[in-house]
C-alpha cells in the first residue's frame, strides 16, 4: 500500500464517523507551497467558507510554512464563528498531526473555535 492511499483511507475511515454526528467539520488539504482549509456541513457535504493561502488577503512569499497555517486557522474560525458554529471537528485528511496541520489547528483554536 503506497503512502498516499493509506492517507486517504485514513481519512475516509474518519469522515464516514464525522456523518454520524453531524456537526461541522474543517477539512484540510495541502501541498508544498499552500494550505487549505473548509468549513464543510457534514450531513451534506456542502462546503460553506473557504480559507486558502492562495487568496490574496492571505497571500505571501512563502504560503507552505507554518506562520502561514496558523494565518489560515485564524481566519477559517472568523468565518465559522460568522456562520455561528463555535464547535467544530477537526479533519486532517489522514495527515499527521505534525508542523503546519497542528498550526492550523492552534490558529483555529485561538480563533475561538472548539475541537
Known amino acids: ?14 469522515r464516514a464517523k ?7 467539520r474543517i477539512s484540510i488539504s495541502r501541498s508544498l507551497k499552500n494550505i487549505t482549509a473548509q468549513l464543510i ?7 460553506l467558507a473557504t480559507v486558502s493561502t492562495q487568496q490574496k488577503t492571505l497571500k505571501s512569499k512563502n504560503g507552505g510554512n507554518i506562520e502561514a497555517a496558523s494565518k489560515v486557522g485564524g481566519e477559517i474560525a472568523k468565518k465559522a464563528i460568522e456562520l455561528g458554529h463555535k464547535k467544530v471537528t477537526f479533519d486532517r485528511s489522514g495527515y499527521k498531526y505534525h508542523g503546519r ?11 475561538g473555535l472548539e475541537f
Open 1 to 14: 500500500m503506497s503512502k498516499e492511499s493509506a492517507r486517504i483511507r485514513r481519512s475516509k475511515k474518519l
Open 41 to 47: 456541513d457534514s450531513s451534506n457535504g456542502k462546503v
Open 101 to 111: 496541520v497542528k498550526a492550523l489547528a492552534d490558529g483555529a483554536r485561538e480563533g
Open 18 to 24: 464525522l456523518q454520524k454526528v453531524e456537526l461541522m
